[in-house]
């Protein structure tokens, strides 16, 4: 069995931080690559950033690059997606998912396991 359980959402001003967790059983994520997306209310789920399995590559959208930083503790089996200098549109739920196959780029491939989500919301 494969859960992932989100924490560290709230409600911050603009220009605040946040540190999202994702913790994760049934994988060791340092074993695999794992990503971050969020949807917003009546939009699709995007892309915001991704760790391949080496740790040796992120990826980030163009929207949060520079602003948000996606990193694993592999001793407490945690992803995590420190975010600074919010802004409004960033407001939207934050999953964190597995990347299950290892033959899958953690950008442009598909994600195998969900968390529940975790509410963000920026205020202005």
């Known amino acids: 069995q494969v859960q992932l359980v989100e924490s560290g959402g709230g409600l911050v001003q603009t220009g605040g931080s946040l540190r999202l967790s994702c913790a994760a059983s049934g994988r060791t994520v340092s074993n695999y690559a794992m990503g971050w997306f969020r949807q917003a209310p009546g939009k699709e789920r995007k892309f915001v950033g991704a760790?391949?399995?080496?740790?040796?590559?992120?990826y980030y959208s163009d929207s949060v690059k520079g602003r948000f930083t996606i990193s694993r503790d592999n001793a407490k089996n945690t992803l995590y997606l420190q975010m600074n200098s919010l802004k409004p549109e960033d407001t939207a739920v934050y999953y964190c998912a597995l990347q299950d196959n290892k033959y899958t780029h953690p950008r442009y491939g598909a994600y195998d396991y969900w968390g529940q989500g975790t509410q963000v919301t920026v205020s202005s």
């Open positions: 760790i391949a399995k080496s740790g040796d590559s992120t």
